[in-house]
């Protein structure tokens, strides 16, 4: 069954830095596009960024554009979101997911991963 | 980009049908058959229930449906039960810079 683990969240001071990690498994990750999504403490989803199969096609939301990168490695069957300039706005639960780029739809979530930004 | 717009709650007893709007423009939701919809129990991640407007995934019950008009898609939930109660978010594809986004999500309460 298809599983996706994050890991890599907690407490960082404003400015700082955090690199958050999604552990794929049972499916072939590297035919996949995947992508992360957030959510601030009660509030709504927002998408963060994507990336594409085999990582040439890279969006991100204009929020976290120039301060977050998107990166996957394969042969690791990972996705990656190194987070720089961390504010307190980007306090969330990061959420990885499977995307489908054809249909347009996050069809398997992870559990999601606390990131506090806060001095 | 702008997130979509969706009612804050809604409610209903159990065994009725309930519907949550989510409402978009002529770049998103209006221009597009890329509408799908989440469900978020508390402390769970999201569970896609619809997509491309009206398209079921295996293993969601078909008490669940979605459809879309000009630029307002809607999911109805019919035969209301306890375990329905949740947050529901819709999506859609968009042709601004940023090509996805979320609706502010609808609190639905079974009474």
């Known amino acids: 069954q298809v599983q996706l683990v994050e890991s890599g969240g907690g407490l960082v001071k404003p400015g700082g830095s955090l690199r958050l990690s999604c552990a794929a498994s049972?499916?072939?990750?590297?035919?996949?596009?995947m992508s992360w999504i957030r959510q601030a403490p009660g509030k709504g989803l927002e998408w963060v960024s994507y990336i594409s199969s085999s990582g040439s096609t890279i969006y991100y939301a204009d929020s976290v554009k120039g301060r977050f990168t998107i990166s996957r490695d394969n042969a690791k069957n990972s996705l990656y979101l190194q987070m720089n300039s961390l504010r307190a706005e980007d306090t969330a639960v990061y959420y990885c997911a499977r995307y489908s780029s054809y249909n347009v739809y996050f069809d398997y979530w992870g559990q999601g991963t606390l990131v506090t930004v806060s001095s | 980009q702008s997130a979509l717009t969706q009612p804050a709650s809604v409610s209903g007893s159990p065994g009725q049908s309930i519907t949550i709007s989510c409402t978009g423009t002529s770049s998103d939701v209006g221009g597009y058959n890329y509408v799908s919809w989440y469900q978020q129990h508390p402390g769970k991640a999201p569970k896609l229930m619809i997509y491309e407007v009206s398209n079921r995934p295996s293993g969601v019950s078909n008490r669940f449906s979605g459809s879309k008009s000009g630029n307002t898609a809607s999911l109805t939930i019919s035969g209301l039960q306890a375990e329905d109660e949740a947050d529901y978010y819709c999506?859609?594809?968009?042709?601004?810079?940023?090509?996805?986004?979320f609706g502010t999500g609808t609190k639905v309460t079974v009474l």
């Open positions: 049972g499916f072939t990750f590297s035919d996949y596009y």
């Open positions: 999506s859609s594809y968009t042709s601004s810079s940023t090509p996805c986004v």
